[in-house]
């Protein structure tokens, strides 16, 4: 017993390995249908937070396979990294797996450092909104479309009527503030590193990992494990952090999916549809 305390003590003294916070960044970013969930703050903001609480933390890697999503849940995760990394002094290295493309390459520029795959998808710096017109659809079936509203721009882009060439152009003014915030953004995090004019980084394309590195849209090639252990060792400790979901908001959110298939069914068509952009 004597010598086990021993042992068990010198353990206890002996310096603990260095240890990287995994945070898998998967999936389209914002609110998706009752039962699918999407990348938001609201699901990120503990896990994130536990990331940087570590022992002896020396880095947190971004583990991100996203096609995009909403703008605004990408401005709120990417601030909310940033600003625990300021306060911790801890670095942000992120890892672009099959796509890290619009919204999925605003989450990337949270890192102080971004690798690829030489064959992933990176880029999309640009703004798209897709809908359907449906007006000759229901007219066919006779279906009359009624439509009130208290103020002269209250509706917009309805499916279900003409498109309005104000209604475009209010849009189109939208896209481009919102993509004045993701350019400012890039040329904040990627100072100094950028090789290529902004007619060809902020057209919307977008490129391999390698073609990428060659624009200066990624810091170099190479995967999180193999990376982190040449940085930090071979006995680097890599701890994966993921979102907990307890069986209450579980079965609550078995109760909702009768009255909820619809919008599931619908977020689903979508989310194929931004997957499928990427040829994935």
């Known amino acids: 017993m004597k010598l086990k305390a021993v042992l068990d003590r010198l353990d206890a003294l002996r310096p603990a390995p260095p240890t990287v916070a995994v945070l898998p960044l998967n999936g389209v970013i914002g609110s998706l249908g009752p039962m699918r969930r999407g990348l938001t703050i609201a699901a990120l903001a503990d ?17 991100i396979n996203s096609p995009g999503g909403s703008p605004v849940q990408s401005s709120l ?38 690798f690829a795959d ?36 209250k509706s917009m882009l309805d499916p279900f009527l003409d498109e309005k060439p104000d209604d475009v152009a209010r849009l189109k003014a939208l896209q481009g503030d919102i993509h004045d915030s993701f350019r400012s953004l890039v040329r904040e995090r990627r100072r100094g590193k950028l090789r290529a004019s902004d007619d060809v980084l902020f057209s919307g394309e977008f490129w391999t990992g390698r073609r990428a590195q060659d624009l200066g849209l990624i810091d170099g090639l190479g995967d999180l494990r193999g990376v982190m252990r040449a940085r930090y060792g071979e006995d680097v400790r890599l701890r994966v952090i993921r979102s907990e979901r307890g069986w ?28 499928s952009r990427y040829g994935l």
């Open 118 to 153: 030489e064959s992933s998808i990176v880029g999309s710096i640009g703004v798209i909104y897709a809908g359907f017109g449906l007006k000759n659809l229901i007219e066919h079936y006779g279906i009359e479309r009624r439509l009130h509203t208290s103020g002269e721009r």
């Open 47 to 63: 896990p994130i937070e536990r990331a940087f609480k570590l022992r002896n933390l020396k880095a947190v890697a971004l583990a």
């Open 77 to 114: 995760i990417h601030r909310r990294i940033r600003a625990l990394a300021a306060e911790k002094a801890v670095p942000v290295i992120a890892f672009a797996e099959d796509v890290a493309a619009s919204g999925g390459y605003w989450l990337a520029l949270a890192a102080d450092e971004i």
């Open 248 to 275: 209450l908001r579980t079965l609550m959110r078995q109760e909702t999916s009768s009255s909820g298939w619809g919008a599931d069914v619908i977020a689903a068509a979508e989310e194929r549809l931004l997957w």
